[in-house]
Structure formats: C-alpha cells, structure tokens
T-cell receptor
Framework: AQKVTQAQTEISVVEKEDVTLDCVYE???????LFWYKQPPSGELVFLIR??????QNEISGRYSWNFQKSTSSFNFTITASQVVDSAVYFC?????????????FGTGTRLTIIP | AAGVIQSPRHLIKEKRETATLKCYPI?????VYWYQQGPGQDPQFLIS???????DKGSIPDRFSAQQFSDYHSELNMSSLELGDSALYFC??????????????FGEGSWLTVV
C-alpha cells in the first residue's frame, strides 16, 4: 500500500528565511506521481507541482524548488526568502498509475507559519 | 482557466438530515473524485468516477452515495447525518493522457456543519 510521511507537523520561520518541507513516500508501483498542494487558511487546496516517477529532474519555480530523489524516496519542497503569504498547510501526496487506483494519498501535512 | 466548481460552499444541517453536494469538473476532465477533510486532518479519499462509472472506493460510509451524470457533474449525497460528518468536502477532477499531466485539481470545497 502507498504511504506518504511528512514528519514535520509544524514549522515556524522568520520572514525571508529559507525553509524546507520534507516528504517521504512508499509505493510498490514503478510508475507513480508525486504532488505538493498548499492549503491556506481559507481552505482551498492549491496545486503546486507534479513530478513523475521517471523524471528525477529537480524543478525551480520562482521562490519554490523541489528536490526529488528516488534513491531515498523523498520529494522535498524548499521555499526561499519566505513571505507571510506562504503561511499555510502544505500537503505532499502520491498517486499510483494503476487504473482504478488513481486516488491521491496525502501525507498528514506540515503547517508552515511565517513570522513577520 | 476554468476550475472545479463546488456548491454549496457552506451548509448547516441538523443530525439525521440529508445533504447533497454538487461538483462540476473542469471541462474535458473524465475523472471526478470526492474527498473528506476533518478538522486538522489530511483529505481522505471517498470515491471516484471515470466516465460516469465508479472507478475506486475509499472510506465512504454506507450512508453516503455518489454518482456522476451524463454532463459529467457529480453529486455526493449524505443521509442520516452525524456530528462526525462535519468536515470540508472536496471535489476534484483530472484527465487521462500524456498531455494532461495526470494532475488532480481540487475545487474550493464545501464546508458541512452538522448540529
């Protein structure tokens, strides 16, 4: 069975600091997809990034970057120069590729607080 | 770009009442998912539909049912509501194929409060 672990329950950093959110996953599938979602206080789930299991290239999007390492089953998320608007709960999620089993399995989330 | 549309955004029901949530997926998305998120918890998968047929089932109570209609919108029906059903309910949709990215997009959620 698939499993996603976000060991950091809560993180607080001062504005402009860098912060890394950890995500470790388990799956028996050879093809799978990893995601990060942001849930601000208003409640919606905002898609941030998807990474396919066959593409280990790291990605940078503005202040956000993601480090995918299959060897350690990790998909970590770094925010550079954090801002107050980054305060939210961040979920890492895994989706397998088998037809009929394509639901997302979420980690328990990391609550990030950026202190002004 | 069009997103997943959910209605109503908020509803309050009494115990033992029935509630219906509606979801309109992103156009041309063929799969719809329902998730339930309790306070302080991660979203839990309830059920999904692919091309109007149930494709996967999670921890959905027997008191709940869902279906997807010919226009691809979906409804989640919840009966005999209990206090523990108070949660944020998400609908999500995705499209298959290499161009779609297999990304699951979520609606803004429907807040259900059972009193």
């Amino acid at each position: 069975a698939q499993k996603v672990t976000q060991a950091q329950t809560e993180i607080s950093v001062v504005e402009k600091e860098d912060v890394t959110l950890d995500c470790v996953y388990e799956t028996r599938d050879t093809t799978y997809y990893l995601f990060w979602y942001k849930q601000p206080p208003s409640g919606e789930l905002v898609f941030l990034i998807r990474r396919n299991s066959f593409d280990e290239q790291n990605e940078i999007s503005g202040r956000y970057s993601w480090n995918f390492q299959k060897s350690t089953s990790s998909f970590n998320f770094t925010i550079t120069a954090s801002q107050v608007v980054d305060s939210a709960v961040y979920f890492c999620a895994l989706r397998e590729s088998n037809f009929g089993n394509e639901k997302l399995t979420f980690g328990t989330g990391t609550r990030l607080t950026i202190i002004p | 770009a069009a997103g997943v549309i959910q209605s109503p955004r908020h509803l309050i029901k009494e115990k033992r009442e029935t509630a219906t949530l509606k979801c309109y997926p992103i156009p041309r998305h063929d799969t719809v998912y329902w998730y339930q998120q309790g306070p302080g918890q991660d979203p839990q998968f309830l059920i999904s539909f692919y091309e109007k047929m149930q494709s996967d089932k999670g921890s959905i109570p027997d008191r709940f049912s869902a279906q997807q209609f010919s226009d691809y919108h979906s409804e989640l029906n919840m009966s005999s509501l209990e206090l523990g059903d108070s949660a944020l309910y998400f609908c999500a949709s995705s499209a298959r194929g290499p161009d779609s990215g297999n990304t699951i997009y979520f609606g803004e959620g429907s807040w259900l409060t059972v009193v």
